[in-house]
T-cell receptor, first 116, second 117 residues
């Protein structure tokens, strides 16, 4: 079945540092890939997405490229801020598989702490 | 446009009781999915409803059930609560327009935090 592997945290960075969170997946077909962010006490917010190979999703300075050859969707940000402190989740969507419907398969989450 | 709303936000129950959680999707969204989030198991898919029908189901016991109403609002019910049911329950909605690919974006609500004592 589908699965997502994410680097474990916590990741502690200084402000303006470069952030990378690794995400690899196992799936059949052509899934969509997502990054969600969760701030303390809140639900999940969509950060970015990519629906096919070589697509690059980007939002708020974050980027991730759908790499089918390496089954990866690593999240990057060039200069983090204290406000980026949160838990980040990589997720796999059903893609073109009708059997999967709208089910998302999530990685374990990576906690990021940015210090001033 | 208002986001996904969930009620109640916090709930305390005792073992053996049952609980009903409610979710109102974004206006115009027809698909509602439910997820359970715990520190040990992470985020796990419970089920998805579309047009008042369960379209997909995760690996949870039959104590977990749900339904969707004609206005797309959804409820989930957990009967005979166990301590391990303590979790954040998240609802997500998506458009589910017929003919679109299935890789739709899901938008999450703030969740209902359930504590079972």
């Amino acid at each position: 079945g589908n699965s997502v592997t994410q680097m474990e945290g916590p990741v502690t960075l200084s402000e303006e540092a470069f952030l990378t969170i690794n995400c690899t997946y196992t799936a059949t077909g052509y899934p969509s890939l997502f990054w969600y962010v969760q701030y303390p006490g809140e639900g999940l917010q969509l950060l970015l997405k990519a629906t096919k190979a070589d697509d690059k999703g980007s939002n708020k300075g974050f980027e991730a490229t759908y790499r089918k050859e390496t089954t990866s969707f690593h999240l990057e940000k060039g200069s983090v801020q204290v406000s980026d402190s949160a838990v980040y989740f990589c997720a796999l969507g059903g893609g073109t598989s009708k059997a999967a419907g709208n089910k998302l398969t999530f990685g374990g989450g990576t906690r990021v702490l940015v210090k001033p | 446009k208002a986001g996904v709303t969930q009620t109640p936000r916090y709930l305390i129950k005792t073992r053996g009781q049952q609980v009903t959680l409610s979710c109102s999707p974004i206006s115009g969204h027809r698909s509602v999915s439910w997820y359970q989030q715990t520190p040990g198991q992470g985020l796990q898919f419970l089920f998805e409803y579309f047009s008042e029908t369960q379209r997909n189901k995760g690996n949870f016991p039959g104590r977990f059930s749900g339904r969707q109403f004609s206005n797309s609002r959804s409820e989930m019910n957990v009967s005979t609560l166990e301590l391990g049911d303590s979790a954040l329950y998240l609802c997500a909605s998506s458009l589910a327009v017929p003919g679109l690919p299935y890789q739709e974006t899901q938008y999450f609500g703030p969740g209902t935090r359930l504590l079972v004592l």
